[in-house]
């Protein structure tokens, strides 16, 4: 499934469709910059960023892969100490203000994103984990055998 997000009503299905990935976790953070030589001034200058957050997160026992792609980034910010791993989220929270939507991963800021358009991509998987913790079952065929 694929949505895009630009709209406060586009927002407001993210979060609810989302649950804003309550117990989540971010698992990848991707930065890609596009920078263009400008002749006039002899410099590279920056023609579009792009940052990608994929999530796992919980929604009623069935777990759900977000890849995240913000489109138009003017305003990153990624923190993370040596040692510690700063990817729990509690909830996110989101914003549009002035054209702009605004991310924050956490609480703290060790990951907020200022973009201009963002893309949804999910999957989920089709059973719990509690699915895949019993035993495998095993079977047993019999039959009768005539003579050797």
Known sequence: MTHSIKTVDDLRWFLTHTQGFRGGQVTDVHV??????????GQDVTAGSMVT???QYYVHGILRIT????QGVTDLSIF??????NSPL???QVELHE??????????????VVCEEAMLEEVSVPHSDADLGGA???WMFQADSGEP
Do not use: H, N
């Open 53 to 55: 957050v994929v999530v």
């Open 99 to 112: 054209g702009k939507l605004r991310f924050w991963f956490d609480p703290q800021g060790d990951l907020y």
């Open 90 to 92: 509690g909830m996110i």
């Open 80 to 85: 993370e100490q040596d040692g510690s791993d």
């Open 67 to 70: 890849k995240l792609t913000l």
């Open 136 to 138: 495998a079952t095993q």
């Open 32 to 41: 890609a910059k596009r920078l263009i030589f400008d002749e006039e001034s």
